[in-house]
């Protein structure tokens, strides 16, 4: 497995400001994601993050509204830019420790937005 | 063709009752069934994962078995105790490489009354 953690575990932010989410991983791993959960619901895929290469965003994602770093094979960054209300949600990084196997999960940033 | 179903929405099960969680797939290209267990304020951890060479597997008090012909597989929790009250998530993936993506159920809210 491995041991990952996300800061800032929580924030409440205003409307139209942007907000950076980090991940760091005790490993090397080749893959890592951002998910969205919003309240009460699953897991929606944002983004997967490569190292050295531009993030793949999904559909009904855009790099302007969720731009995504990955300086290295053990941190990423995710920004939620201009926010609004309807951002409010939790924000998961995951990490892929070998091909087609299990995805391991961050603890989640808690993300208000007023 | 991407699409997890779960069910149910939600369960009540008495302590050392039988807790069974079902999910449908379409896409016949997943290979890989993991289920994952969140508890509130966390991220989701792995609980146990399949593959469609195998009906069933068993990992404690928690068995997955699998149905490739039905396309549908189901997460048994024997002896439930309370402290097994969590949300439960299916998910699903396809293709033994690195970047998978897994499509995720809508989430099972199991409470387990003592």
């Known amino acids: 497995s491995a041991v990952i953690s996300q800061k800032p575990s929580r924030d409440i932010c205003q409307r139209g400001t942007s907000l950076t989410i980090q991940c760091q991983v005790d490993?090397?791993?080749?893959?890592m994601f951002w998910y969205r959960q919003q309240p009460g619901q699953s897991l929606t895929l944002i983004a997967t993050?490569?190292?050295?290469?531009?993030?793949?965003?999904e559909s009904g994602f855009v790099i302007d509204k969720f731009p995504i770093s990955r300086p290295n094979l053990t941190f990423s960054t995710l920004t939620v830019s201009n926010m609004s209300p309807e951002d409010s949600s939790i924000y998961l990084c995951?990490?892929?420790?070998?091909?087609?196997?299990?995805?391991?999960f961050g603890p989640g940033t808690r993300l208000l937005v007023l | 063709q991407q699409q997890v179903k779960q069910s149910p929405q939600s369960l009540i099960v008495q302590k050392g009752g039988i807790s069974i969680i079902n999910c449908a797939y379409e896409?016949?290209?997943?290979?890989?069934f993991p289920w994952y267990q969140q508890f509130p304020g966390k991220g989701p951890a792995l609980l146990i994962a399949?593959?469609?060479?195998?009906s069933e597997k068993k990992e404690g008090r928690f068995t997955i078995s699998f149905n490739k012909s039905a396309k549908q597989f189901s997460l048994h929790i024997m002896d439930s105790q309370p402290g097994d009250s969590a949300t439960y998530f299916c998910?699903?993936?396809?293709?033994?490489?690195?970047?998978?993506?897994?499509?995720f159920g809508a989430g099972t809210i199991l409470r387990v009354k003592s």
């Open positions: 995951s990490v892929e420790l070998q091909a087609g196997e299990t995805q391991y």
């Open positions: 490993s090397q791993v080749t893959m």
């Open positions: 993050a490569n190292q050295g290469s531009e993030a793949t965003y």
């Open positions: 896409n016949t290209a997943f290979d890989y």
């Open positions: 399949i593959r469609p060479d195998v």
């Open positions: 998910a699903a993936s396809k293709e033994r490489e690195y970047g998978n993506k897994l499509v």
